[in-house]
């Protein structure tokens, strides 16, 4: 029997033994993991069949069209970006003991890789790890965590040795999220919402046995987990005309008493703009799949945050007056994908972080000219310094 | 409003023979159409040398991929002819390629064939198209050449490519619209902003013509020509956009300033990174069009528009950003960067405007829009 054989019927086998619509969540992933459908191209044991990963697509189809939750929507960073860095740079035992609760859910994950002293020069981080017989001692702020409030495991990305360079002082650990010296509270954001947390950590205890990775190798091991994040932004295909856009088409379409011909234009030039895009992705996507992948997979994230903003700010100009009103203030905990949801306003606010999450534009750009185009870098103050020689403030 | 994805299976996957295509023609234009040729040429009276038209044509068989083979031409398709646009785009190549490969021999593809068309596609004859656009579509109200006793007379101004041998002339014969083939007429050079890209205006009194269509399927040829122009003039505006942003990058990392290249700063690499930007979008957005006019995968209008779009703001901005990022040199004559400068401005101005073409684009997609649901604002 072939690979793809092979997944199709251990889906096929897992849909009919536990129907996604009648058993638990949990115990439909677990049978799911159990069957190495969690990620296929794991190891045996460990949530996958040791298969080549273009063919999880095949068994997601297999288990969604029966019903079956989506994973990845449940526990984004656990199933995205954790369990493929727990897989390459924990111990197998690690693993073992990691990877199934993640699968089923019952373990949610967070990653605590930003400081307020952090942002864009994340390897410049200060939240020390201190060894301390079996244990490492942890002290810092992390910020912008998703769903630590509600996580039990963190990935944590610490320096151990200040006297190094920046880069090679770091260590990376898997941190339980109960354990004691760390305090998790809600981050209040320009929406009034709380989307994000605040994590202080405060002598918190880390057994060496969760260390990722070996002790300064940190940096190595956090790309691990960013380029995960990335394959797991892009993915799939899209359809004309959706996205941000369409909100921007829908209001057109809902008050036609707002109407201006200059507006008409503006927003003809947004949705162009959008379609180009589209089309953008959509010729990544192929010469991805053909193995020549060129500069046109790298603009994506730069542009759609930019258009994003772009078309809220033409939403609220449309508005008029009534862009001046709002809905509710009061601190709420929100789920990501739900602040989608909300009053025009409060998208249009929402839209303002799009230039500075998971990446600022101005980063970006630097990436782009220096990787992409191959232009210099720029003169930096803190090449080939030990980290706590380096300004900070 | 089109909601298909408007993306077929092989779109934007160049074939083996389209990559041999592209290189064969890149190092033509490197060894045979050089800055200096390209400088000497734009000088000369005609502004193109006809022997190395018919290489084109000839040798490498470049001016009618499109073209089917029982017309005489190489059997391929658009995207064929879309990069061949692009690399001649890239190289500024002299001569009628607007007019004649991307107006007159797709008109005369339109129409099924005619005795002009393999001369044209061998560079043997040129050709143009003197029909009116408003904006990059027919307008048959502005057609003012008339037809009397199969003679032509009127005057049809700022042809694109207007000296040629062959000219194809939207004329009024009574009430009907008739498509002609004419070799005569009184053609008086205009002197262009671009100096590689001509333009006539062209008298015509009891001059000569061959009626090749009349009514609606002249309108249709008219109109699938333009089309087809807009496609590939946005693949060469891709080509120009692309070389230009090379030669700034290039520049950039090597110009020095305050002893560092000027590449490194921010300010520049990150007007480099919008040119890379624009770029990608107009390359998405021309290749689309093309292969959507070729297997027939999107609505045509739409798509030639959004090219067009996308195509001519993108040349333009990065024209005037390599100006810009060469600093005083950039502002020189020996400097090529005023070539292109001049290319991307006529480009976006022939065959419609960004603005003109937006405006396409709002007709189909913003005024058929429908409300599907409401998008809740906030009252207060």
Redesign the interface.
């Known amino acids: 029997m072939d690979d793809s054989a092979r997944v199709e019927k251990a889906a096929q086998q897992v849909v009919e033994t536990h129907d996604p619509r009648s058993v638990s969540t949990r115990e439909f992933l677990g049978a799911c993991f159990d069957a190495g459908l969690a990620w296929v191209h794991f190891p045996e044991g460990l949530g996958g069949l040791g298969v080549s990963r273009g063919l999880q697509a095949k068994a997601d189809a297999i288990l969604q069209g029966a019903g079956a939750p989506n994973p990845f929507f449940l526990n984004p960073i656990g199933h995205g970006m954790a369990a493929p860095t727990v897989l390459e740079h924990g111990s197998p035992e690690l693993a073992r003991e990691l990877l199934r609760p993640l699968a089923t859910t019952e373990h949610i994950w967070c990653q605590l890789f930003s400081e307020p002293g952090a942002g864009s020069d994340l390897a410049g981080l200060a939240t020390s790890a201190v060894l301390d017989g079996d244990d490492w001692v942890v002290n810092g702020q992390k910020v912008w965590t998703s769903l630590a409030h509600r996580a039990r495991y963190g990935l944590l990305l610490a320096r151990s040795d200040p006297d190094q360079p920046k880069h090679r002082g770091l260590t990376y650990f898997v941190l339980d999220m109960r354990a004691p010296g760390v305090e998790t509270r809600p981050l209040r954001q320009i929406t009034g919402q709380a989307e994000f947390n605040e994590v202080y950590l405060n002598d918190a205890r880390i057994p060496d046995t969760h260390r990722l990775g070996a002790v300064g190798n940190g940096w190595r091991v956090a790309m691990t987990t960013l380029m995960n994040e990335r394959s797991a932004i892009g993915g799939s295909?899209?359809?004309?005309?959706a996205g941000a856009i369409a909100?921007a088409?829908?209001?057109?379409?809902?008050r036609p008493d707002r109407r201006t011909p200059v507006l008409?234009?503006k927003?003809?030039?947004l949705?162009?703009?959008a379609?180009?895009?589209r089309?953008?992705d959509?010729?990544a996507r192929?010469?991805a799949s053909?193995g020549s992948p060129g500069?046109?997979g790298s603009?994506a994230k730069?542009?759609s945050a930019e258009l994003n903003q772009d078309v809220y700010e033409f939403c609220m100009e449309l508005?008029g007056p009534?862009a001046t009103?709002?809905?509710d203030y009061s601190l709420r905990d929100i789920q990501r994908h739900e602040d989608y949801r909300?009053?025009?306003?409060?998208r249009f606010l929402r839209s303002r972080a799009n230039t500075i999450e998971g990446g600022t534009s101005?980063v970006?750009?630097?990436i782009?000219?220096?990787r992409?185009?191959?232009?210099?870098?720029?003169?930096r103050a803190d090449a080939g310094k030990a980290w706590k020689e380096i300004p900070r403030g | 409003?089109?909601?298909?994805?408007?993306?077929a299976g092989t779109?934007?996957?160049f074939s083996p023979e389209q990559q041999d295509l592209r290189r064969a023609v890149r190092q033509f234009c490197d060894e045979r159409v050089d800055e200096p040729t390209v400088r000497r040429l734009m000088e000369s009276d005609a502004g193109y040398d006809p022997a190395l038209w018919a290489r084109l044509g000839g040798e490498l068989g470049v001016l009618g991929l499109a073209v089917p083979e029982e017309l005489g031409g190489a059997g391929g398709g658009l995207v064929d002819q879309a990069v061949v646009a692009e690399e001649f785009g890239a190289a500024l190549v002299p001569g009628p390629v607007l007019g004649t490969v991307a107006l007159a021999v797709p008109a005369l593809v339109a129409l099924g064939g005619d005795e002009v068309l393999p001369s044209l596609v061998e560079g043997t004859r040129t050709g143009a198209l003197a029909v009116p656009d408003h904006g990059g579509r027919f307008d048959p109200a502005l057609v003012s050449v008339t037809e009397s006793g199969g003679a032509l007379t009127g005057e049809a101004t700022q042809v694109v490519d207007g000296a040629a041998d062959v000219l194809l002339v939207a004329a009024r014969a009574g009430r009907d619209l008739g498509f002609y083939v004419v070799q005569g007429g009184e053609r008086r050079s205009l002197s262009t902003l671009d100096r590689t890209r001509r333009q006539a205006t062209v008298r015509f009194s009891a001059t000569p013509a061959r009626l090749v269509a009349s009514g609606a399927d002249a309108e249709r040829a008219i109109t699938a020509a333009l089309r087809v122009g807009g496609a590939l003039l946005a693949a060469e505006q891709v080509g120009g956009a692309k070389r230009l942003?090379d030669l700034t990058?290039a520049y950039?990392?090597t110009r020095l300033q305050f002893g560092?290249?000027i590449?490194?700063?921010?300010a520049?690499?990150?007007r480099?990174?919008?040119m890379?930007?624009l770029v990608?979008?107009?390359?998405?957005?021309a290749?689309?069009a093309a292969w959507a006019l070729q297997d027939g995968t999107d609505d045509p209008d739409l798509a030639v528009s959004?090219a067009q779009?996308?195509c001519s703001e993108a040349y333009q901005r990065v024209a005037a950003d390599t100006v810009q990022l060469h600093g005083g040199i950039g502002f020189t004559w020996e400097h090529s960067a005023h070539l292109y400068l001049k290319r991307a401005v006529t480009d976006a101005a022939l065959l419609g405007s960004a603005?003109a073409h937006?405006?396409r684009?709002?007709e189909l997609?913003?005024d058929t829009?429908?409300?599907?649901?409401?998008?809740?604002?906030?009252?207060?």
């Open positions: 295909s899209s359809v004309r005309g909100d088409v829908q209001l057109w379409a809902q008409r234009d927003l003809a030039a949705w162009t703009r379609e180009a895009q089309l953008t959509e010729r192929r010469s053909t500069p046109e603009i730069l542009v508005l009534e009103l709002y809905g909300g009053p025009v306003q409060q101005e970006l750009r630097n782009l000219g220096e992409i185009l191959g232009l210099p870098g720029d003169l | 409003m089109a909601e298909t994805t408007g993306t779109e934007f996957v942003l990058v950039a990392g560092r290249p590449g490194s700063f921010q520049v690499k990150h480099c990174a919008d890379l930007v990608e979008h107009a390359r998405s957005t290749y689309h959004i779009a996308t603005a937006r405006e684009i709002a997609v913003l829009a429908v409300a599907s649901g409401t998008l809740v604002v906030a009252t207060g």
